[in-house]
């Protein structure tokens, strides 16, 4: 059986599925969080759940949207879920009544009934089910109350729904519904009542699947006399508006019938709001909470466990693997590659899975506490100014922890143009692979101000995605549409369990990686580091690592790295940033006990130290950023360009630094 | 105009249609339309977006929106 769960953004849609499902999706405040479809595996094994983006009604305005009306006309679902607010009863109903037209069997999950009840909103469910003519379960999502009722009735309950046409639009709409049920009648297996109101309604997605099935002249003239006719009659502003109200009465009329208001309580919500986003201290606010997430990341707790955990790694799991290589005789060829290629190449890289988790834990936090389309808020006059949105700054948020999730997420920007920026800005956002290359450098060239100099590296990310907005905008995407209606969800306790799991969700992308890709390239790149046209176990020097390597070398030497080493490293770095990490610990291995950071001090010097990391920052998205561009713009051109700018701002800005700083005296 | 509204202030929208079309589905969908009343809950700094409360949800929307939306204080 499989059921589809729709509701309006931020109604606990995310929460509800979790605990339907056994298997975690994701939980986050921000609206429209849920950008892809997610298909979960009900506890009791009674079907299939598929997550729908957030909606408000089924006529799309964004892409994101569409997603619900095309999954609508085009595939199967044998029974609808739909969640409701129960303290935004009024607004949510109007998704409700459209998906009753659907007519397929539905039922109702009415969540924050405790919301509801604080604000003194009393709702009468089994009055609601009576007059809907479907089964309404009270529940409340985050905790999992109500959730086995819920189940209950999904799997026995027949839910065709006992009343057909709940609003009644009035003569002329209705004749007009009639004319164009005709029109479809045998042409397809959907409500016909359904395409029609839809139709009139102006949905793009209805509109091109009924001109595919029907004529679209005769359509065309029904609307349009439909829409004289109103104009005339009732002086409407327009057919959609018309059929809004028509709804929005029905509403008002269930509303006074099933829900009882008494005192209500202040929302702790309005409290922190006044401070959170307060016209002085919103910002400043917001970069102290930065500030704090970076020095937990790299100073207060990430480094040490890091530190702890290289130590377990080049101590005993070296001796460990040592030892039993030594038992068993291993071949001189076998032990390279174990203890040089292997171990040196992912073991680099899983130092710093802590910092990643850590880092990973905080966006969570932002996201799952509400905080984060606050953000959005008192970030859009900056954001605006340069030609994007407020909410292009939570993809570059999300950018922080992978790009590739924040790319999917500027699905929910409304405009083309904004949504197509955000895309290409956003892999400027200095995600958390990255984190490991700075992780090295900034611990043998910066010791004393590691927490500032990698700072310094996210800020001038976001200044210079700032800077190339303003001039892509004003350049090629230029255009005057910009569109900007945020809902602010109130402030929800985020709770540890789902807090941990939605963090693990994220970092453990970063550990299969090193498990497989970086496991892989280890091998490959260790491989091209022992054998040269000499033959095998040759000087690292005559490798054919290095003789690729030094090809291109000559173009770094400008911007103060000019070495094989470095170029070798670039190439591996673009399969995924942090195979960067990987590629030096093998390059650079020596048997004895001296670490990888104090050889580096041989190689590089502090100024083309920080060029290198501004370098790595910038220069072209790894792989998985590039596919996902590719698949969210569905553009070679875009792709290209996304990579080809990356590229160029980053070794101008590599030579400026490095140049500059060679001019200012510092090495 | 709800620009003209201070933080704390309440009104009643009269005229919405002046508002660009994308917006103004926007807000409909969240139910704020004609007749709707909204509280102005902060105005941000620097000709920044404004929090609007309204039927109990907070909505933040740019100020050149606002400028365009009719209210009458009550």
């Known amino acids: ?52 983006p957030g909606v408000y009604t089924l006529n799309p305005l964004s892409k994101d949207e569409g997603v619900v009306t095309s999954f609508f006309l085009n595939e ?13 009863l009024e607004r949510n109903l109007h998704l409700t009544l459209q ?3 659907f007519e397929k069997p539905a039922l109702i999950g009415l969540n924050m009934i405790d919301v509801a009840n604080k604000r003194g909103i009393h709702i009468d469910s089994s009055k609601l089910s009576e007059i809907l003519g479907v089964p309404v379960v009270p529940v409340v999502a985050r905790s999992g109350k109500g959730c086995d009722k819920l189940v209950d009735v999904i799997a026995t309950k027949s839910m065709q729904p006992t009343k057909k046409n709940l609003v009644y639009y009035g003569k002329e709409v209705e004749e007009a519904v009639t004319t164009l ?9 959907h409500s016909a ?13 209805v509109k091109n699947y009924v001109n595919s099935i029907a004529d679209t002249q005769k359509l065309n003239a029904i609307k349009a006399n439909l829409e004289l006719k109103l104009q005339k009659q009732y002086d409407s502003k327009s057919l959609a508006n018309f059929i809004y109200l028509k709804r929005k009465e029905v509403i008002e009329n269930i509303v006074a019938e099933v829900a009882r208001k008494s005192n209500s309580i202040i929302p702790l919500s309005e409290k922190i709001d006044s401070i959170v986003t307060n016209r002085y201290l919103g910002m400043p606010i917001f970069l102290l909470l930065m500030y704090l997430m970076f020095m937990l990341t790299f100073d207060w707790l990430g480094t040490p466990l890091s530190d702890t955990l290289d130590a377990l790694l080049t101590g005993p799991v070296t001796n460990g693997f040592e030892t039993v290589l030594n038992a068993i ?22 130092v710093f899975v802590p910092q990643i988790f850590i880092l990973f834990f905080f966006i969570s936090l932002l996201e799952d506490s509400g905080y984060m389309a606050r953000v959005a808020l008192v970030m859009d006059r900056i954001m605006e100014s340069v030609g994007l949105n407020g909410k292009a700054f939570i993809p570059m948020m999300i950018g922080f922890g992978c790009n590739v999730p924040g790319i999917m997420a500027a699905r929910t920007i409304e405009t083309p143009r904004e949504r197509l920026l955000t895309i ?43 800077i190339l907005a303003k001039i892509f905008s004003t350049t090629i995407l230029k255009s005057e549409t910009s569109l900007f209606v945020i809902e602010l969800p109130p402030y929800r306790l985020p709770q540890f369990q789902s807090l941990w799991r939605s963090t693990w969700d994220k970092g453990k992308g970063f550990v299969r990686k090193a498990g497989t890709f970086i496991f892989a390239g280890s091998v490959f790149i260790w491989l091209l580091s022992y054998a040269g046209p000499g033959g095998l176990n040759v000087d690292m020097d005559h490798s054919f690592l290095a003789k690729i390597g030094n090809v291109i070398a000559p173009i770094f030497a400008p911007i103060g790295f000019g070495t094989w080493q470095a170029t070798a490293s670039l190439i591996t770095g673009f399969l995924a940033k942090e195979a960067i990490i990987s590629t030096m610990n093998i390059i650079y291995f020596v048997p004895n006990d001296a670490s990888l950071q104090g050889l580096l001090a041989n190689y590089y010097t502090p100024l083309s130290a920080y060029s290198f990391m501004v370098f790595i920052l910038l220069y072209i998205p790894c792989l998985a950023t590039v596919a996902t561009i590719y698949k969210e713009t569905n553009s070679k051109k875009w792709t290209a360009f996304s990579m080809i700018y990356a590229f160029a701002i980053a070794y101008i800005l590599s030579l400026i630094i490095y140049q500059g700083g060679k001019l200012f005296g510092w090495v | 105009m709800v620009a003209s509204l201070k933080a704390g202030d309440k009104g009643k929208i009269i005229d919405i249609s002046h508002v660009g079309n994308l917006v103004q589905r926007r807000l409909l969908d969240l139910g704020i339309t004609e007749g709707s009343e909204v509280c102005v809950k902060c ?32």
């Open chain 1, 1 to 52: 059986m499989e059921i589809a769960l729709i509701g309006n953004p931020n109604t606990g849609k995310t929460s509800l599925f979790n605990n339907l499902t056994g298997s975690y999706a994701y939980v986050g405040n921000w609206s429209g969080v849920t950008v892809e479809k997610k298909v979960g595996v009900f506890k009791n094994n009674i079907g299939h759940l598929i997550d729908l």
């Open chain 1, 76 to 88: 199967s679902v044998d029974r609808l879920l739909n969640i409701l607010d129960a303290s935004q």
């Open chain 1, 99 to 101: 998906l009753l037209e």
């Open chain 1, 181 to 189: 049920t005709g029109e479809l009648k045998g042409k397809t297996s």
């Open chain 1, 193 to 205: 009542r359904f395409l029609a109101i839809q139709y009139f309604e102006g949905n793009e997605y």
């Open chain 1, 329 to 350: 005789h291993a071949s001189a060829f076998i032990h390279a590659l174990i203890i040089e290629g292997l171990i040196a190449g992912v073991g680099g890289v899983l």
């Open chain 1, 424 to 466: 290409l800005l956003t892999p400027l956002m200095s995600c958390s692979a990255r984190l490991p290359v700075y992780a090295l450098f900034v611990g043998a060239f910066f010791a004393g101000n590691k927490a500032f100099i990698v700072l310094s590296l996210y800020v001038l990310g976001i200044v210079v995605a700032l």
């Open chain 2, 43 to 74: 105005v941000m700094p620097f000709g920044g977006p404004i929090m609007i409360e309204s039927c109990g949800q907070c909505v933040g929307i740019r100020r050149r929106e606002a400028v365009q939306i009719e209210v009458e204080r009550i």
